[in-house]
C-alpha cells in the first residue's frame, strides 16, 4: 500500500513513523489560492513530507482483510437521474473497521457517497436500509428526485 504526498511522490505505508495532526494551509495555486488541509508524516528514514488530509483518510482504509463478493453483487448509483450499476468483485475490511466494495477500479472507498449493493438475491440495502427488489430501489429514488406535489 502507498500514499501520497502533496509533491506527487508515493511511498510506501510501512515507511510511516507517525503522522503529525491536521492543519489549515493556504495553497497558491497562481491565480487562486485555497485552504487545503494538511498532515505531516514523518517516515522511518527520519524524512517528514506533507500529505493532503484525503490520504490520511485513504490510509485507514486500507485493506486488512479480503474477501471474494457473491457473483451477481452490484454498487447501484443514481445519479443526474440514471442508474448506474458497478460490479463487486470482493470487499474489503479496513483499518477503521469499515467494511468497503471492491470494484475494478479498487476499494470503493468514497466515504461522501453512501453505496447501495444489489445483492444476487435482488434486494437492494445500504447499512441502515433495505429493499425488496431492484424495482423497489428504484422507484424509492425517483420519489427522492421528483416528489409528488403534496395536496393541500
Given at each position: 500500500?502507498?500514499?501520497?504526498?502533496i509533491?506527487?511522490?508515493?511511498?510506501?505505508?510501512?515507511?510511516?513513523?507517525?503522522?503529525?495532526?491536521?492543519?489549515?494551509?493556504?495553497?497558491?495555486?497562481?491565480?487562486t489560492?485555497?485552504?487545503?488541509t494538511?498532515?505531516?508524516?514523518e517516515?522511518?528514514?527520519?524524512?517528514?513530507?506533507?500529505?493532503?488530509?484525503?490520504?490520511i483518510?485513504n490510509?485507514?482504509?486500507?485493506?486488512?482483510?479480503?474477501?471474494?463478493a457473491?457473483?451477481?453483487?452490484y454498487?447501484?448509483?443514481?445519479?443526474?437521474n440514471?442508474?448506474?450499476?458497478?460490479?463487486?468483485?470482493?470487499?474489503s475490511?479496513?483499518?477503521?473497521?469499515?467494511?468497503?466494495?471492491v470494484?475494478?477500479?479498487?476499494?470503493?472507498?468514497?466515504?461522501?457517497?453512501?453505496?447501495?449493493?444489489?445483492?444476487?438475491?435482488?434486494?437492494?440495502a445500504?447499512?441502515?436500509?433495505?429493499?425488496?427488489?431492484?424495482?423497489?430501489?428504484?422507484?424509492?429514488?425517483?420519489?427522492?428526485?421528483?416528489?409528488t406535489p403534496?395536496?393541500?
Amino acid at each position: 500500500m502507498f500514499f501520497e504526498s502533496i509533491d506527487g511522490i508515493r511511498y510506501p505505508s510501512r515507511l510511516i513513523v507517525k503522522i503529525g495532526p491536521a492543519r489549515e494551509v493556504a495553497i497558491n495555486f497562481g491565480k487562486t489560492v485555497e485552504d487545503r488541509t494538511l498532515h505531516s508524516v514523518e517516515l522511518s528514514n527520519g524524512d517528514a513530507v506533507e500529505v493532503h488530509a484525503y490520504q490520511i483518510a485513504n490510509l485507514v482504509r486500507q485493506p486488512t482483510a479480503a474477501f471474494t463478493a457473491a457473483t451477481g453483487t452490484y454498487i447501484v448509483t443514481w445519479s443526474d437521474n440514471e442508474i448506474s450499476k458497478t460490479p463487486v468483485i470482493g470487499w474489503s475490511i479496513s483499518e477503521d473497521g469499515g467494511v468497503y466494495p471492491v470494484t475494478m477500479n479498487g476499494v470503493n472507498s468514497d466515504l461522501d457517497q453512501l453505496f447501495h449493493v444489489l445483492l444476487p438475491s435482488g434486494d437492494v440495502a445500504t447499512f441502515d436500509e433495505e429493499w425488496a427488489s431492484f424495482d423497489d430501489w428504484r422507484n424509492h429514488q425517483f420519489s427522492k428526485a421528483f416528489p409528488t406535489p403534496s395536496k393541500r
